[in-house]
Structures are given as structure tokens and as C-alpha cells.
């Protein structure tokens, strides 16, 4: 059963030289229970993407067009007291990067959860909310005695725990994860990143977990959907991205994973920088990265086409796959000859 469907969103934010398209023709889905993983570089939209669904986002941000669709819930039709009420926390919450950032520094970290879980159901006493937070540290292994404490109290780690509470306190359906682990330590990231599995598998919600690192998405999620330039430009299910990519960019991004799947073990990293935002202009975003672009791909938009069940790919070299595979695991594909000068028409005052 479907649980979310976003269909062709555009989330723009505005700006002094003109609209920065971050999140430009999305369409996504998800199945409830299921794990997504959005996989992409800093900055290529992911997480305007999973703020869109939750409008947690800056005041120059605009819904440009489209639709997201929350279990049969238009959540851009909503008030944002509406969205407040009805979905933020109680149906989707997030897991933000750094749980710093995500408590507020004056009132304990266990105020801050009985808040929610009061927000949001009716006739809670304190003291039952607040036992409900003391058998989530426990369940989450941080002392319950801890939820007196304030933030600041709090090693990353554990913060990011404290957080991990605070998201599934109302067992929301849905976690958006924004690079849950990336402020910890290595040795830590790994523990933090089971115990949202499992406890995503007790409340059978369903997660969007937003990472650079195509290796984390690898293990952990059904589903990937890679994100360049502001655009979806690859999806299918985790293996399928894996082993059988069609988009020179995720060829790319299996390169500078090189411990996942069957792919070549030397890393090698994209050259070249993300695209302009403002203004694009046509063509594939990733034209001046690829090694195999062509005349077309500078000049035309990929639409996005369907190949096996589900796997989506917006790329005018996609039914190629199998012969740019090999040739984009060779270093001096990437290091290869002169590619055309980037040509984006900039600013203009639209
Ligand atoms: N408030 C804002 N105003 C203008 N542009 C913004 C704003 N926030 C983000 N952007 C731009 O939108 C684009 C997408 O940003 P976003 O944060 O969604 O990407 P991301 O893939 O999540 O990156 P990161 O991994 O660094 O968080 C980037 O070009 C970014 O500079």
C-alpha cells in the first residue's frame, strides 16, 4: 500500500538572482513500511526534498507546483496549523543531522517529549507522558533518569538518541532521517543507524533516509533514488542501483563507494563541481561531469523513462548501460579528453 506520493514538485527557493530550483520535477513513492534511501551530493536537493513533506523549511521557500500526497492527505492544500496538528511529529517526523540543532537548549530533553506526546493526544497526564519518554531512553539503552537532563548534558551519540525518542514518541509512519549519523564518531554511526532500524521495524514506519554515502543506502534501504542537481535522476529498488545503474552519475557515485557491490575497488571521485542552480537552462545537469554525454544531452532535457519494474532513469544514454558500466569503472574515463565548455545562461532578473 502506498503511503506517499510525491508527483512532479517543484520546491524552489527564492533568491536575489532568481528561483534556485532545489527540488525540480520530483516524483517519488513510497510504500508504507518501506525504507527509502536518497543518495546524492551536498547541495543536489535531498533535503529540501524530505522538508517539503513536513514544510519545514526557510520562509523563501515556495511550492512552485505539484503534489504531495500523505496517505490520501494533500499536504500542500494544508494550513500550516493544519500540518502542525495533523502530520508534523504525529505522522512524520525527522531525525535531523545534527540533534543539537533539533532540541531546544532551556527546557530538559524529557520536557521537550512529554511536550510533544501532550501536543499532540489528548487526556496524557504529565507523568504518563514522561514515563512513555523514561521506556524509550530505556528501549534506546540511555539511562531514564537521563531525561532531566538539558541538551547540552548530552554526548553526539546520545543527543542523537535522545532525537531518535523525540521522532518516534507518537510512532509516526513515516522518518525522515537527514544524515542521521554524519556528526558522529565512525565507531558510533553504525550502532545509531541499527537502532533506527529497529526500532522503525517495532512501529512498521516507514523511513526516508538522506545520505551522501551510497554504502549506507545500500544495507539499509528497499528502495534508492538518487538526487542530482535538484532532480531525481535514478530509481529502483536497492539492488537494482547496486549492480545494474543506468545513469553515468550513479556509475559515478558507486566509484567513490568502491566497498559496495560488484563495482571496481579503486575510488575514484567525480571531477568537476554541482551544477547552477538558478536558471539551469536545458540540457541534462550532469552534462558537463559525464563522460559519455553527447550533442543531445546539452541540448535536451532527459525525460524520465521507465526500464525494468519501476526503474526510473532520466538520462538520453540509459538503454547504453551496459556497455558505459565497464568503461565508467576505468579512472581515465572520468580523467578522460576536453569536454565542452559548461554553458548555463546565468541570472537574468526574471
Ligand atoms: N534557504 C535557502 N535559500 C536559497 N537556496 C537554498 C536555501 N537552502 C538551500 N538552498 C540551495 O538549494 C539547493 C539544495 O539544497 P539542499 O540542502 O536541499 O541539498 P542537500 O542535497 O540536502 O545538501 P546537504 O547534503 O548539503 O544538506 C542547494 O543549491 C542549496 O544551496
Given at each position: ?96 543531522q545534527n540533534a543539537m540543532n533539533g532540541f531546544d537548549p532551556v527546557y530538559t530533553v524529557g520536557q521537550q517529549i512529554v511536550q510533544v506526546i501532550r501536543h499532540h493526544e489528548d487526556g496524557v497526564s504529565k507523568a504518563d507522558a514522561k514515563e512513555r519518554a523514561r521506556a524509550l531512553f530505556d528501549e534506546l ?210
Amino acid at each position: 500500500m502506498t503511503l506517499l506520493t510525491i508527483d512532479g514538485l517543484q520546491m524552489y527557493y527564492r533568491s536575489e538572482d532568481g528561483y534556485v530550483r532545489a527540488a525540480d520535477d520530483i516524483n517519488l513513492e513510497l510504500e508504507r513500511g518501506q525504507t527509502l534511501g536518497l543518495v546524492g551530493e551536498s547541495g543536489s536537493g535531498k533535503t529540501t526534498i524530505a522538508r517539503s513533506i513536513i514544510r519545514l523549511l526557510p520562509d523563501n521557500a515556495e511550492v512552485v507546483d505539484g503534489s504531495i500526497d500523505f496517505d490520501g492527505t494533500e499536504i500542500t492544500d494544508l494550513t500550516d496549523r493544519e500540518l502542525r496538528n495533523q502530520i508534523r511529529w504525529q505522522e512524520v517526523s525527522m531525525i535531523p543531522q545534527n540533534a543539537m540543532n533539533g532540541f531546544d537548549p532551556v527546557y530538559t530533553v524529557g520536557q521537550q517529549i512529554v511536550q510533544v506526546i501532550r501536543h499532540h493526544e489528548d487526556g496524557v497526564s504529565k507523568a504518563d507522558a514522561k514515563e512513555r519518554a523514561r521506556a524509550l531512553f530505556d528501549e534506546l539503552g540511555i539511562d531514564p533518569d537521563r531525561v532531566d537532563d538539558y541538551p547540552h548534558q548530552f554526548s553526539g551519540g546520545m543527543a542523537q538518541r535522545a532525537m531518535i525518542a523525540l521522532a518516534l514518541c507518537l510512532e509516526p509512519r513515516l522518518i525522515l532521517a537527514d544524515e542521521p549519523t554524519t556528526a558522529l564518531d565512525v565507531v558510533i554511526q553504525d550502532r545509531i543507524l541499527d537502532t533506527i532500524k529497529e526500532m522503525q521495524a517495532e512501529y512498521d514506519s516507514a523511513m526516508i533516509l538522506i545520505t551522501h554515502d551510497i554504502s549506507v543506502v545500500s544495507e539499509t534501504s528497499d528502495r534508492i533514488a538518487v538526487c542530482y542537481g535538484g532532480r531525481i535522476v535514478e530509481q529502483a529498488d536497492a539492488a537494482t542501483i547496486i549492480k545494474n545503474p543506468r545513469h553515468p552519475y550513479t556509475l559515478g557515485l558507486r566509484n567513490a563507494f568502491p566497498d559496495i557491490g560488484d563495482s571496481n575497488d579503486e575510488l575514484i571521485s567525480i571531477p568537476g563541481t554541482p551544477p547552477e542552480l538558478v536558471d539551469p537552462g536545458e540540457g541534462c545537469r550532469f552534462a558537463p561531469r559525464c563522460p559519455f554525454a553527447e550533442e543531445e544531452c546539452w541540448e535536451v532535457t532527459p525525460e524520465p523513462e521507465e526500464y525494468d519494474d519501476g526503474h526510473i532513469v532520466e538520462c538520453h544514454r540509459a538503454d547504453e548501460a551496459d556497455e558505459l558500466r565497464p568503461l565508467a569503472e576505468q579512472r581515465e574515463t572520468w580523467m578522460g579528453e576536453e569536454k565542452p565548455e559548461t554553458a548555463p545562461i546565468q541570472g537574468g532578473d526574471d
